[in-house]
């Protein structure tokens, strides 16, 4: 694996980079300017496939970003706020020439993804953007335990969290690499989800929900979110290569941020905590 600018353009290369690593609220200001207050959103390049997983406040800068035509596919985890506040100030959602597909499932109670996504971008919640959007959106739902192709050659497998509300965690597998996103995931106490380490088992990246520290989780038992310990030991568990702390609580500013990504470093090796603006690179064995 290696860091930096990628050749994204590379047909056998993944690229990923961070746009939004907060979780729950977006949390801007001068504590939190080295990590950044932006909520979930990664842009993630699969040669010239672009895909988006989640579209928190960190969307509206990948959306600046990106010019011309734009042919993407969101992947969801979830629709909690955090994860869907980015979508209406995503530029290209007002382009014609934008196509996308927004993917995601597994809610509780059950029902279909457009008309969770649809409900935040209504009144009297937004504008009624049905109208203002000019983008082609092709809304798919996704079974929890699915895997399905968006591309020839790029495969995305579902597993179901545990999450109120549900949520779903994604893997995905391009030219011989592989990534686990599992973000809003209740996976703090004891050992890791056997099911849920023989999805991610393997996976060249796992970047994980990372919320809490165990000596925090204690008075957050239910609210859906793992410990950065328990990352390490879902890491582990799963025999996964790099980890990456991800879903930063609105509480850790940048210095209690640095103290979790020194201790998680320390126990785990190469452990690196998100930020905005980290890029990464994975390239198929
Ligand atoms: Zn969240
Ligand atoms: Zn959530």
């Known amino acids: 694996m290696a860091r930096g600018n990628a050749a994204w353009f590379d047909a056998m290369t993944m690229s990923l980079c961070f746009w939004g690593v907060r979780g729950s609220l977006p949390t801007p200001g001068p504590a939190t300017l080295r990590y950044g207050g932006n909520t979930p959103c990664i842009s993630l390049r699969c040669g010239p496939h672009l895909l988006i997983l989640d579209a928190g406040s960190g969307l509206r800068t990948l959306g600046d970003t990106l010019t011309g035509s734009i042919s993407a596919d969101l992947l969801l985890s979830h629709v909690h706020i955090d994860h869907i506040c980015g979508l209406p100030f995503f530029r290209p959602m007002f382009d014609p020439a934008t196509r996308l597909r927004i993917w995601g499932g597994g809610l509780t109670p059950l029902e279909p ?46 597993f179901a969290v545990d999450h109120p509300g549900g949520a779903l965690a994604y893997r995905i597998a391009w030219g011989g690499a592989s990534l686990s996103y599992v973000t809003d995931a209740e996976n703090a106490a004891g050992p890791p989800d056997a099911a849920l380490a023989a999805f991610v088992a393997g996976a060249d990246l796992l970047i994980c929900d990372a919320s809490y520290s165990d000596a925090e989780y204690p008075d957050r038992v239910g609210w859906g979110h793992s410990t950065w310990e328990g990352a390490i030991r879902l890491a582990n568990a799963a025999g996964a290569g790099t980890l990456v702390l991800f879903h930063h609580d609105f509480a850790h500013d940048d210095d209690t941020m640095d103290s979790i990504a020194a ?11 998100a930020r905005e603006g980290l890029e990464i690179t994975l390239s198929g064995r």
């Open 263 to 273: 201790a998680a470093a320390t126990r785990r090796p190469g452990t690196l905590a």
């Open 113 to 158: 993804i457009a008309t969770a996504v649809g409900r935040s971008l209504r009144a009297p919640l937004m504008p009624n953007l049905d109208a203002a959007f000019r983008a082609t959106i092709d809304y798919r739902d996704v079974a929890p335990g699915e895997t399905f192709m968006p591309h020839s050659g790029l495969t995305v497998a579902s």
